[in-house]
């Protein structure tokens, strides 16, 4: 499975950005797509998350600014970035959480993007 990243680049502070991540290859299900970031010297972090039953969860550092969605026939999740501050400039990686099946049953795995720059200055 392929999960590819597009939509990253520079904004100024207070503009607005939308990230797109499409999940491709051998997928039999998809539980739930996310988004996370890194920033220089800080570890990965959650940003928001989407079910393929639609519910949502949030950073709270994100809350009210960023919105995720997601089209379960498409395999595709967006992130739409508004009131974008300086604090939100990191690598942003599109993540996925599969399921499978096997002889021996059905199992979940996680993919994850190459991930995407997002920076944001004046």
């Known amino acids: 499975v392929q999960l590819v990243e597009s939509g990253g680049g520079w904004v100024q502070p207070g503009g607005s950005l939308r990230l797109s991540c499409a999940a491709s290859g051998s997928i039999f299900s998809i539980n739930g797509m996310g988004w996370y970031r890194q920033a220089p010297g800080k570890q990965r972090e959650l940003v928001a998350v989407?079910?393929?039953?639609?519910?949502?969860n949030y950073a709270d550092s994100v809350k009210g600014r960023l919105t995720i969605s997601g089209d379960n026939a498409k395999n595709t999740t967006d992130l739409q970035m508004n009131s974008m501050k300086p604090e939100d400039t990191a690598v942003y990686y599109c993540n996925a959480n599969l399921g499978g099946s096997g002889w021996w049953g059905q199992y979940t795995y996680v993919a994850w993007g190459q991930g995407t720059q997002v920076t944001v200055s004046s």
């Open positions: 989407i079910t393929s039953g639609g519910s949502t």
